[in-house]
T-cell receptor
Framework: DAGVIQSPRHEVTEMGQEVTLRCKPI?????LFWYRQTMMRGLELLIYFNNNVPIDDSGMPEDRFSAKMPNASFSTLKIQPSEPRDSAVYFCASSFRGYGYTFGSGTRLTVV | DQQVKQNSPSLSVQEGRISILNCDYTNSMFDYFLWYKKYPAEGPTFLIS?????DKNEDGRFTVFLNKSAKHLSLHIVPSQPGDSAVYFC??????????????FGKGTHLIIQP
């Protein structure tokens, strides 16, 4: 199994631009999570999906952030417009019925 | 308000000795706890977990202890090896209806194993 796959690994963009982060969960996993890691706040849960349905997006910082899961094998996290304070490492993780949480390698986002 | 706390940002231990990493939580709904290990430029990797129905779980050199009354858990690594040098995250979850509701993480403890 290839594990959770995130792309891109690194993203540098200018303030105001749209950024799309991508995630492919482990096949067979029915839950998908987006986390953000910063020095100040550590690892924060942004949103999670069960069976492709968004369950809790209370961690999404602002309306500029949106996430979709059109099918069981793909999810996106979009920031539009991006701001310098969005700079962080974004992790995607998946699990099966709450077990086997597995993280991707993350996307390091820098907004200049 | 931080629901999962790791009060030691860093810990230095001599190779071969025991490493003890601590974690406290405040939410009494948490009933499943995990430890993750993270190397730079990689995602967190699952290490060991424990359900609230147990007070100890062991896997090789790693043992997790849970004290529910104190809302405290600890990870013991014996003996510590140089490859154990990493950031360790404590995480907690409260399952609802058999589904997954995400993990709440502590801020991590950077473990440094001295040769």
């Amino acid at each position: 199994d290839a594990g959770v796959i995130q792309s891109p690994r690194h993203e540098v963009t200018e303030m105001g631009q749209e950024v799309t982060l991508r995630c492919k969960p482990i096949s067979g996993h029915n839950s998908l999570f987006w986390y953000r890691q910063t020095m100040m706040r550590g690892l924060e849960l942004l949103i999670y999906f069960n069976n492709n349905v968004p369950i809790d997006d209370s961690g999404m910082p602002e309306d500029r952030f949106s996430a979709k899961m059109p099918n069981a094998s793909f999810s996106t996290l979009k920031i539009q417009p991006s701001e310098p304070r969005d700079s962080a490492v974004y992790f995607c993780a998946s699990s099966f019925r709450g077990y086997g949480y597995t993280f991707g390698s993350g996307t390091r986002l820098t907004v200049v | 308000d931080q629901q999962v706390k790791q009060n030691s940002p860093s810990l230095s231990v001599q190779e071969g000795r025991i490493s003890i990493l601590n974690c406290d939580y405040t939410n009494s709904m948490f009933d499943y706890f995990l430890w993750y290990k993270k190397y730079p430029a990689e995602g967190p990797t699952f290490l060991i977990s424990i359900s609230s129905i147990k007070d100890k779980n062991e896997d090789g050199r790693f043992t997790v202890f849970l004290n529910k009354s104190a809302k405290h858990l600890s990870l013991h690594i014996v003996p510590s090896q140089p490859g154990d040098s990493a950031v360790y995250f404590c995480a907690a979850s409260a399952f609802s209806g058999g589904g997954a509701d995400g993990l709440t993480f502590g801020k991590g403890t950077h473990l440094i194993i001295q040769p």
